[in-house]
């Protein structure tokens, strides 16, 4: 068995797509995994402590993370900034658990903003 391996740089779908491509992925394999391939980071001022630690757990448990203040963990500060960390697809998927969340520690306006970077990000890759 020869066990070379490298770390592969992917920066855009399109590296991803090449990527998949060389090994032998199929067509709609690729289309399912290029959103699983880039990390999408969102830095977000100025929220409300709760809704920096909801964040927090919803993205852990669909397997990203949200950096959040140190003292906004137990509320010794109100408002934080809060930089979320995902794939494309995970950040999707947090954007339509917060869908239900309506005016909960602004997570509707919190949410507004997430769905305006994805669209943004996605016009970006497709054109």
Not at 50 to 59: D, F, R, S, T
Request: charged share 25%; with cysteine.
């Amino acid at each position: 068995m020869n066990s070379n391996s490298t770390i592969l740089e992917i920066a855009s779908p399109e590296a991803a797509q090449e990527q998949m491509e060389i090994i032998g992925v199929s067509g709609q394999g690729i289309k399912k995994m290029s959103a699983k391939f880039i990390l999408f980071y969102i830095k977000i001022f100025d929220i409300p402590f709760g809704a920096a630690n909801i964040l927090k757990q919803e993205m852990l448990a669909l397997g990203g993370d949200v950096a959040v203040n140190r003292f906004a963990i137990d509320g010794r500060i109100k408002r934080c900034d809060v930089i979320l960390i995902g794939s494309l697809s995970k950040v999707k998927r947090l954007s339509t658990k917060l869908v239900f969340q309506n005016d909960f520690c602004e997570l509707d306006k919190i949410n507004k903003l997430i769905v305006s970077h994805i669209n943004e990000r996605e016009l970006i890759w497709n054109s």
